[in-house]
């Protein structure tokens, strides 16, 4: 069954607005982190046309990678993964609440149209800095940021309330 092109357009743009608001959250969340070496990024980024197999964006990182691509060669989907941490690492509530957040902004009550399809589930990249690493070294089409630290709210607070 084909589906019409306003239908796949509209899905498109709706996919494509709930990543870009993810990767907007996940780098202010992962800016509040004071080593600098897990706030390094590669990201990628691809305005070709939508085609089987394509990424419009990438962003790899120690702790989250999160990509906006196209298997089936009509629809985006966002394929994401996290680094696995222990509950009690100081680093969990940055994955965990990445992946609450991912679930959010494509639920069907926060968007137009009804995109939670558009979660892959197929396989999660649970291993990011080791992922990190090999793009890293092989580093062809991304481009290497380092996100700038801002202390959490909370932090701030504490220490407006300390002086």
């Given at each position: 069954?084909?589906?019409?092109?306003?239908?796949?357009?509209?899905?498109?743009?709706?996919?494509?607005?709930?990543?870009?608001?993810?990767?907007?959250?996940?780098?202010?969340?992962?800016?509040?982190?004071?080593?600098?070496?897990?706030?390094?990024?590669?990201?990628?980024?691809?305005?070709?046309?939508?085609?089987?197999?394509?990424?419009?964006?990438?962003?790899?990182?120690?702790?989250?990678?999160?990509?906006?691509?196209?298997?089936?060669?009509?629809?985006?989907?966002?394929?994401?993964?996290?680094?696995?941490?222990?509950?009690?690492?100081?680093?969990?509530h940055i994955t965990q609440t990445f992946t609450r957040m991912?679930?959010?902004?494509?639920?069907?009550?926060?968007?137009?149209?009804?995109?939670?399809?558009?979660?892959?589930?197929?396989?999660?990249?649970?291993?990011?800095?080791?992922?990190?690493?090999?793009?890293?070294?092989?580093m062809r089409y991304h481009t290497f940021t380092l996100i700038?630290?801002?202390?959490?709210?909370?932090?701030?607070?504490?220490?407006?309330?300390?002086?």
């Amino acid at each position: 069954m084909k589906r019409s092109n306003t239908n796949s357009t509209a899905y498109n743009e709706a996919v494509r607005q709930a990543y870009f608001k993810l990767l907007k959250y996940t780098k202010q969340q992962l800016s509040t982190i004071e080593r600098d070496e897990l706030r390094f990024t590669l990201q990628r980024e691809d305005n070709s046309p939508i085609s089987f197999g394509s990424k419009v964006h990438e962003l790899v990182n120690p702790l989250i990678y999160l990509s906006l691509e196209c298997n089936d060669g009509e629809l985006l989907n966002i394929h994401w993964g996290f680094e696995l941490l222990l509950e009690d690492t100081e680093y969990a509530h940055i994955t965990q609440t990445f992946t609450r957040m991912l679930y959010k902004l494509t639920s069907v009550e926060h968007t137009a149209i009804n995109i939670e399809k558009c979660v892959s589930t197929d396989y999660i990249i649970v291993n990011c800095s080791e992922l990190y690493e090999t793009v890293e070294d092989r580093m062809r089409y991304h481009t290497f940021t380092l996100i700038k630290h801002k202390q959490a709210a909370t932090r701030r607070k504490q220490m407006q309330a300390v002086a």
